[in-house]
């Protein structure tokens, strides 16, 4: 890994170093700042101890948020899309017959 392919992040009073492409260096400093924010409230929230714990939580509070997200923004007309789909091969199997 060569210097210029190299990020410096700190997470949670720790730094790390990630390999990164030039074009993506400002997403992962975004990226890294969004991580600590969130493992910073849940510590903050005295309930959980101990870096692995946070970061897991921290982990699967975004995979939540994610899945949510892509719950939320599939397209209205999906459905339509799959009856459209279904009268298609319906007319292909009968036209075959």
């Given at each position: 890994m060569t210097d210029?392919?190299?990020?410096?992040v700190n997470i949670l009073d720790k730094d790390y170093q990630i390999a990164c492409p030039a074009?993506?260096?400002?997403?992962l400093h975004r990226a890294a700042e969004e991580l600590d924010e969130r493992m910073r409230a849940i510590r903050n929230t005295g309930s959980i101890i101990g870096l692995e714990r946070i970061a897991v939580m921290a982990a699967l509070n975004l995979?939540?948020?994610?899945?949510?997200?892509r719950k939320n923004t599939a397209k209205p007309n999906d459905a339509e899309s799959?009856?459209?789909?279904?009268k298609k091969i319906?007319?292909?199997?009968?036209?075959?017959?």
């Open positions: 210029s392919n190299r990020v410096y074009e993506e260096r400002d997403a995979c939540h948020e994610l899945q949510q997200q799959i009856s459209r789909m279904m319906d007319k292909v199997l009968t036209s075959h017959e």
